[in-house]
């Protein structure tokens, strides 16, 4: 199966784009998509641990199933508002 | 209400949001971008945001001071894009009966702005930049 | 700036009198006549104030502010006469670099001004009026 | 000596205006003044101990002594602002 992984802030920049498209075995977890992205990715590969998976704009535990065609996105330690 | 716009924020309309005849007390917030950060000299920050669900997150950060705050109104407005030294990142308007629930519910929804909804920035200085890491997300 | 006005308050210029490229957070208080006083409606507020000297202890709390927030800015209004439900009688901005300083110097400044500034209020309702009791000064 | 009184809200009503002429010994202290309001207002008494003094826009306390001229304001518990 496929999934769409979005990209956001920082992480964008070192992948090279917004969005990148990821092949899993039917019945991944997010923790199986984490490993996939740091074989992808050797760049992500030190970030992975302090990032949010967010499945169809919930935040999801590693533990989650995944499904064809979900749109997981990769969510950094947040930085809004002003003033940190 | 609760958005995310690239135009610039105005309080005004945010603060009447919330207004009604039972409000005694309407706290505001603004975030501000300041020109120093750490000792650095700040020229300007580039937000980014996952815009869909930052908006449903804001809601979500909405539903909670209701329920802890039942007689609160909340208004949210956040920025993305580029803002300039001196514009305004954020506003958090709340209204309460008393000012002490006002200002309790205003702090409450900044903190939990700042931990599930999905914005980041990036500063930028006269000699670099970075993309500023502030508080990881409990999945 | 430290005023006392018969005309609407709108926040807007309040705020733009602290917002300046070192401030992070600014925080806004708006007191807004209530509909409701301990069960009892309120047609509308009546305010009295000793004005020349009101205006000179609002600038006193300002001073306080700073001697306690060095890096905070101050702004204050507040009306005085007749004010309908749901108007604004007081508005206290104040800017620091970070929102813990701006939160806590708003507050202090409020609970500042309903000890030392010489204004009362008298709450007209649908069977009668009173002069409120507030906070007697400690001389 | 004479000092003018200044007064507001409620006690404006129960003099019926606002300003009084009060007449009292040179020398005399805000007590003094406190007391000679006593005597000739009855309806001011019970109010009395409440009430801060300001002399020329400052609070003084009791013992403050009054000169000829000054203005006096007799200032209730404060209500300004709102959401008491």
């Known amino acids: 199966m496929k999934v769409k992984v979005r990209l956001f802030a920082g992480l964008k920049d070192l992948v090279g784009g917004p969005e990148i498209t990821v092949d899993l075995e039917e019945g991944a977890t997010v923790r199986g998509l984490e490993d996939q992205l740091g074989r992808e990715y050797p760049r992500l590969k030190p970030l992975l641990a302090s990032l949010a998976f967010a499945v169809d704009e919930e935040y999801k535990a590693r533990d989650y199933t995944l499904r064809d065609d979900d749109e997981v996105a990769l969510v950094p330690p947040i930085s809004g508002g002003c003033d940190v | ?139």
């Open chain 2, 1 to 139: 209400m609760f958005d995310l716009t690239e135009d610039p924020l105005d309080p005004g309309p945010v603060v009447e949001d919330v207004r009604h005849p039972g409000s005694g007390a309407i706290v505001i917030f603004l975030g501000v971008v300041r020109d120093e950060d750490h000792g650095r000299k700040v020229r300007y920050l580039e937000y980014d945001a996952y815009r869909s669900m930052a908006e449903k997150e804001m809601r979500k950060v909405g539903e909670e001071v209701l329920a802890r705050w039942p007689a609160a109104r909340i208004s949210v407005r956040h920025r993305f894009g580029r803002l300039e030294v001196g514009e305004t990142a954020l506003v958090v308007a709340v209204s309460a009966p008393h000012r002490g629930d006002a200002f309790e519910a205003c702090r409450y929804a900044i903190d939990r702005i700042k931990e599930i909804v999905p914005i980041w920035k990036k500063q930028v200085w006269e000699d670099g930049e970075a993309w500023l890491e502030g508080h990881p997300v409990q999945g």
